[in-house]
């Protein structure tokens, strides 16, 4: 016999969904991903030199994708990628040893990998793999001294090939974020002093020799250039100039939609990616630059408070590790097209175009959303 459910019982499911997600987190979201669309259209628009003009309606496409994957990875108990982490890890570690054999080479980099439909870039998807297998790994670790060297061999370790193969296509730049996001989840977790002082010293010591030896050409130039840019302007120093004139001339208000002339005239370059932000505050000022960042800091302490109220270590430590790779991301991109650091292939989470790097963020982002929605389950 049939039991017929009651009439209201749909709506009390709906509002216990509802109360679940945190509604307000994915607002922001949102309005990241507007400010980037409305800026994208801006700094792609009539140009169609290698079919550019279409990379905003591919971008509302990507962020469709993207939104769908942030709300699968919500639904899903982020306990589950407790359990499938060394199993994404090595399938991400495949996929970087794929590219070193099969990938598809641009502008000198070979980073990606042709899937017909789109190019993947395992090196991007490393860096949130990263924080789940580390957050796993670290979540067991306890110590009130601090962890020592025998606890972070494991996943130092682990860091250790996907971080050379990525410098070897070469990326130095996603590199360095793979270490900067282990370092920021070390530093949380706390280690020992002498780890931390020695670590100092090491980079201290291997510094020379990376700058002799390890680094490329073209990456000595960038430092040099960072250091002055006026060494080369038409060479080196050239992008680095063009988009501090673009970030200056939009003063207070800017300059207005699509009334950019460092962008619209086509002076800077990639700027629907590394310097997407370039355009922003050429076009919307101070006032777009900072209401931008704003929502960034909101998006920040709102993972902040999800981390303080996670129900487990692994969920607080995933939510750090999220917000540690965003921000990370926000803060080399912008620093790098004001001047305040050297040119590196860094994108602007939610604002910069990308596949591979918008489906990363949101799937980021959705294990924030996982577990939030979780805390209420108990």
Known sequence: M?????????????????KRIDINFALVILALNIIGLINLYSATH???VDGTSRLFWLQIIWLSLGWGVFFVVTLIDYQWFYRLAYLFYGLNLGALLAVKFFGTT????????DLGFFRYQPSETMKLIMVVVLAR????????????????AIPLGLLVLPFYLTV???????????????????????????????????????????????????????????LSPDRDPRGTGY???QSRIAVGSGRILGKGFRKGTQSQLEFLPERHTDFIFSVLSEEHGFIGSVT???????????????????????????????ISYLFLHMLVNIGMVIGLLPIVGVPLPLLSYGGSSLLATMAALGLVSSVAYRRYLF
């Open 239 to 241: 992008n680095s100039i």
């Open 46 to 48: 009539g140009v169609h």
């Open 137 to 152: 790994i670290l979540c067991q670790q306890s110590s009130l001294k601090g962890l020592g060297f025998r606890q972070l």
């Open 292 to 322: 931008t960042v704003g929502l960034f800091m909101v998006l920040f302490l709102m993972g902040i408070k999800v981390a303080s109220q996670a129900r487990d270590k692994f969920g607080a430590l995933l939510v750090v590790g999220v």
């Open 168 to 226: 070897r296509q070469p990326d130095l730049g996603t590199a360095l974020m793979l270490l900067a996001v282990t370092g920021s989840l070390f530093i949380f977790v706390k280690v020992k002093r002498s780890i931390l002082l020695g670590g100092i010293l090491t980079l201290l010591v291997a510094a020379p020799l990376v700058w002799n030896y390890g680094l490329k050409e073209y990456q000595k130039n960038r430092v040099l250039t960072f």
């Open 2 to 18: 049939k039991t017929r459910s009651q009439p209201g019982s749909l709506q009390v499911e709906e509002r216990t969904f509802l």
């Open 106 to 113: 641009s502008y000198g980099a070979q980073r990606w990998l």
